[in-house]
């Protein structure tokens, strides 16, 4: 079956670059997302690729995807305090209800 | 921008009632999904609705869950007889298409007690 998993913790100095890593295991993916989650709040979409691409970049995100290895990242540039939050990716398959599934999340800490 | 509304944001509700989450999609939208949250947790699916009816649907989902979709715009999670591990957030998200992008609600905080 799918399993997506992150890691769970990252902490960065304000301005520099957040790196958060996801590795999938289902190759028939169409989409995958990045979502952003603030204490109490809902799923922000802040970004996706489509499986046949390898870069998206959209102001200062920058979503790469090696589809032989399964591995998805999402580099934030110059990271602000505002942009400490749970960081979620998810995929998209192919076929039935073309369900999401949610990686475990990764809490960004953004430190002065 | 159009988006995805969900309401009540927050629903306390006592153990074996019955709770109706409602969720207005984008407006021509035509895939609905319900996703669920419970605290600390990854978001899992439930439940995938399309044409009617359900498309898939997952483990979680089991009888003293249902969809509806009871006019041209609402799309409820009835859950029949809570319990206390029902608690969580609930997502709706819809899509336009099978291949497009999913938009989410901003979710219902179900509190059982």
Sequence with gaps: GEDVEQSLFLSVREG???VINCTYT?????????YKQEPGAGLQLLTYIFSNMDMKQDQRLTVLLN?????????????????????????????????????????????? | EPEVTQTPSHQVTQMGQ????????????????????ILGQKVEFLVSF??????????????????ERPDGSN???????????????????SRLEGNTEAFFGQGTRLTVV
Excluded at chain 1, 26 to 33: A, G, K, P
Excluded at chain 2, 50 to 67: L, P, R
Excluded at chain 2, 75 to 93: H, N, Q, V
């Design chain 1, 16 to 18: 520099d670059s957040s």
């Design chain 1, 26 to 34: 289902d190759s028939s993916s169409t989409y995958l997302y990045w």
């Design chain 1, 67 to 112: 589809k032989k290895d399964k591995h998805l990242s999402l580099r934030i540039a110059d990271t602000q305090t505002g942009d400490s939050a749970i960081y979620f990716c998810a995929e998209q398959l192919t076929g039935g209800g073309n369900k999401l599934t949610f990686g475990t999340g990764t809490q960004l800490k953004v430190e002065l």
């Design chain 2, 18 to 37: 019955e709770v109706i989450l409602r969720c207005v999609p984008i407006s021509n939208h035509l895939y609905f999904y319900w996703y669920r949250q």
């Design chain 2, 50 to 67: 399309y044409n009617n009816e359900i498309s898939e649907k997952s483990e979680i989902f089991d009888d003293q869950f249902s969809v």
């Design chain 2, 75 to 93: 799309f409820t999670l009835k859950i029949r007889s809570t319990k206390l591990e029902d608690s969580a957030m609930y997502f709706c998200a």
